[in-house]
């Protein structure tokens, strides 16, 4: 419990500015990890909220590159300590690009598939599964 | 990993045009516009990768990413003609219950994670060394040391993660050939149209009398696409 309220005594310290400032000119792992995180969530945002697949899909593809940018900036990190490991990241990512590829041509066929079949894009319209 | 001087003005630049470039992804009415700023935030994500040293990803990601599956994405809004429908979807954000729930796991996912960044707090930051060359760095002004930019071994990255694809990862690799093959055969066979079924030879009788029995293929598309198989053949 006492980690979940963790920033917020943070920012009764009084320090966060300076740190923020520090932060700001002197962007750390952490920052892309936020970064990652935002863009992660505004995929969420966009597969939760929106209608047309098609745009669903273009959401997914957000959280795949939002991955991807951990994925890289864990790598770097590791890369400055020395770690043998260290390009595994980068590894991971060609992986994750080639699945996001073969899934954008499965998907995108089985939207044109589904088009010719019901005049539809629109996900609250394909409910036949639907219980 | 700390940057200084351009690279943090960079890597500020680059990560609010990924954010905005994400949220109007999302947010933008038109799916062709939507694609437009995915890829504007596909170009961003790749400036990051440029910026963390992983050149050859950032090549993989515009060719991969903006040249393929983006064009890709186009061609198939163009298919469906999504513009003739969009009139019919009143108001963007209009189911509540979808958004609350996007706004609270968001809310949850940045709030965990800030929490689990501050409590290793002591593992992220700059050891006392780094923290000194941060310091002889901010006095250099906004000159960089290469070895510490990784401007100039942009090969030898790419070196390294070739090796790494092809000495530990060659079965994954191997694998991901198959699975691009498979994504290909899996998207013809899903695109094809009744017709070409038709034409393929290794059509059942059964679902063609079917077909016609329901209505949906005319005698004459049966017979034409019966010619068509012959002239294949």
Same mark, same amino acid.
């Given at each position: ?131 | ?69 983006? +064009? %890709?994405? /186009?061609?198939? @809004? ?5 513009? *003739?429908?969009?009139?019919? &979807? =009143? ?86 050939? +198959? %699975?691009? /093959?498979?994504? @290909? ?5 899903? *695109?094809?149209?009744?017709? &070409? =079924? ?36």
């Amino acid at each position: 419990m006492n980690t979940l309220f963790t920033p917020a005594l943070y920012v009764l310290q009084g320090s966060m500015l300076d740190n923020m400032k520090d932060g700001v000119a002197h962007p750390d792992l952490s920052k892309f990890l936020i970064i990652g995180a935002l863009l992660f969530a505004v995929g969420v945002a966009g597969v939760l909220t929106r209608r047309n697949i098609i745009v669903i899909f273009m959401s997914i593809e957000l959280i795949l590159n939002a991955a991807n940018l951990n994925f890289i900036a864990f790598s770097r990190y590791l890369q400055e300590t020395g770690s043998v490991n260290a390009v595994a990241g980068q590894v991971f990512t060609v992986f994750i690009i080639v699945v996001a590829a073969a899934e954008a041509a499965i998907g995108l066929g089985l939207v044109i598939a589904l088009y010719r079949n019901r005049e539809t894009i629109f996900v609250d319209k394909i409910d036949l599964l639907k219980w | 990993m700390v940057l200084s001087g351009w690279e943090s003005v960079f890597f500020w630049v680059f990560a609010l045009a990924v954010l905005v470039a994400g949220l109007l992804t999302v947010m933008a009415r038109n799916a062709v516009h939507s694609a437009l700023f995915l890829i504007s935030a596909l170009v961003s994500v790749a400036a990051l990768f440029v910026l963390l040293g992983a050149e050859f990803i950032a090549g993989v990601q515009i060719l991969v990413y903006v040249g393929g599956v983006m +064009v %890709l994405f /186009l061609f198939v @809004i163009m298919l469906v003609n999504v513009g *003739a429908e969009e009139r019919e &979807q =009143e108001e963007l954000f209009n189911r509540p219950r979808q958004v609350t729930a996007a706004v609270c796991f968001a809310a949850l996912l940045v709030l965990g994670l800030f929490s689990a960044i501050r409590q290793s707090a002591g593992r992220f930051a700059p050891s006392a060394e780094e923290q000194q060359s941060t310091s002889t760095r901010a006095a250099d002004g906004t000159r960089l040391r290469r070895a510490e930019t990784r401007v100039s071994n942009i090969s030898e990255d790419t070196q390294r993660v070739g090796a790494s694809l092809y000495r530990y990862g060659a079965l994954p690799f191997e694998i991901a050939s +198959v %699975l691009l /093959l498979v994504a @290909i055969v899996g998207s013809v066979l899903l *695109a094809r149209t009744s017709k &070409q =079924e038709l034409a393929a030879d290794d059509v059942d009788p059964q679902v063609v009398s079917e077909l016609s029995a329901a209505g949906e293929l005319t005698p004459a598309e049966i017979e034409e696409a019966a010619h068509a198989h012959a002239a294949e053949v």
